[in-house]
T-cell receptor, first 115, second 111 residues
Framework: EAGVAQSPRYKIIEKRQSVAFWCNPI?????LYWYQQILGQGPKLLIQ????????DSQLPKDRFSAERLKGVDSTLKIQPAKLEDSAVYLC?????????????FGAGSRLTVL | KQEVTQIPAALSVPEGENLVLNCSFT??????LQWFRQDPGKGLTSLLL?????REQTSGRLNASLDKSSGRSTLYIAASQPGDSATYLC??????????FGEGTQLTVNP
């Protein structure tokens, strides 16, 4: 079974520039998540999709972050304009349900450095 | 708001030692908890999942327990090996969906 694919793995940009990350979840997983992990911290949920609908985006800074999941498969997370504090690893995950719990599989992440 | 604390932040042990990682949470109305492993430069790998109705789960040398009344979970690693070196994160769900993560314990097992 192929895992969760993410690209690019690394990105360095200047503040105020824009950046986009792509995620392809495991085939058949209806739920897709984007997490932000700042160095030394645990991941924080940015947005959760169920198929192509948004389930939870309460922690997404909507003034600069946007995400979409067209056709309910792959997803794109965009940051525009970027700030220094956006430097982090952006993790995508997809999940299946097991005994009422969502079991997540994470991608390797996209590391963003904002200078 | 659910707060998750992991102690210690870092741990270094000699190979073969049994060890315990601790995780505490503030909201007893949890739905389930999960323990993850994160290797440097990689994503998270799910290790164990405990439903709120369960008290523990075991997988190989790993055993995770859940005590809702005290707001604690522990991950026990038996006979540690250098390959166990990684960051271990616990995460709780109060709705079966969103996970709230702790900051992790960075484990180093020395040969």
């Amino acid at each position: 079974e192929a895992g969760v694919a993410q690209s690019p793995r690394y990105k360095i940009i200047e503040k105020r520039q824009s950046v986009a990350f792509w995620c392809n979840p495991i085939s058949g997983h209806a739920t897709l998540y984007w997490y932000q992990q700042i160095l030394g911290q645990g991941p924080k949920l940015l947005i959760q999709f169920q198929n192509n609908g948004v389930v939870d985006d309460s922690q997404l800074p909507k003034d600069r972050f946007s995400a979409e999941r067209l056709k309910g498969v792959d997803s794109t997370l965009k940051i525009q304009p970027a700030k220094l504090e956006d430097s982090a690893v952006y993790l995508c995950a997809s999940s299946y349900e097991w005994r009422g719990a969502n079991v997540l599989t994470f991608g390797a992440g996209s590391r963003l450095t904002v200078l | 708001k659910q707060e998750v604390t992991q102690i210690p932040a870092a741990l270094s042990v000699p190979e073969g030692e049994n060890l315990v990682l601790n995780c505490s949470f503030t909201d007893s109305a949890i739905y389930n908890l999960q323990w993850f492993r994160q290797d440097p430069g990689k994503g998270l790998t799910s290790l164990l999942l405990i439903q709120s109705s369960q008290r523990e789960q075991t997988s190989g040398r790993l055993n995770a327990s859940l005590d809702k009344s005290s707001g604690r979970s522990t991950l026990y690693i038996a006979a540690s090996q250098p390959g166990d070196s990684a960051t271990y994160l616990c995460a709780f769900s109060t709705s079966g969906s969103r996970l709230t993560f702790g900051e992790g314990t960075q484990l180093t097992v020395n040969p």
